[in-house]
């Protein structure tokens, strides 16, 4: 059974920086790609970043030269560093396992709840 949990989410002022954390089980976890996405009210979740299995990243246009992602294989984990915040990057941040193809991301179907970014003016 794969499992997913969120993590690292909080309160912020614009401008300051957060690191969230996402640690996967019940999965092959070095022989997937991971993505972070985010969703707000009334809104489609959205993708903000993904890694490849190796290591390969790609990034949303809105959160590029300000977020990074990466992972550490051995702790079954991925990292979102989000730096710079600005108040539209409010939501709730995902992580989730995905098939890539053709450059693009499909997510498998495994969500965990999700950790709220919260990002004031």
């Known amino acids: 059974q794969v499992q997913l949990a969120e993590s690292g989410g909080g309160l912020v002022q614009a401008g300051e920086s957060l690191r969230l954390s996402c640690v996967a089980s019940g999965m092959m976890f070095s022989l997937n790609a991971m993505a972070w996405y985010r969703q707000t009210p009334g809104r489609e979740r959205e993708l903000v970043a993904g890694?490849?299995?190796?290591?390969?990243?790609n990034y949303a246009p809105f959160v590029k030269g300000r977020f990074s992602i990466s992972r550490d294989n051995a702790k079954n984990t991925v990292y979102l560093q989000m730096n710079n915040l600005k108040p539209e990057d409010t939501a709730v941040y995902y992580c989730?396992?995905?098939?890539?193809?053709?450059?693009?991301?499909?997510?498998?179907?495994?969500w965990g709840k999700g950790t709220l970014v919260n990002v004031s003016s």
């Open positions: 989730g396992a995905v098939n890539m193809i053709g450059g693009r991301y499909f997510p498998q179907g495994y």
């Open positions: 890694i490849g299995t190796g290591s390969q990243t």
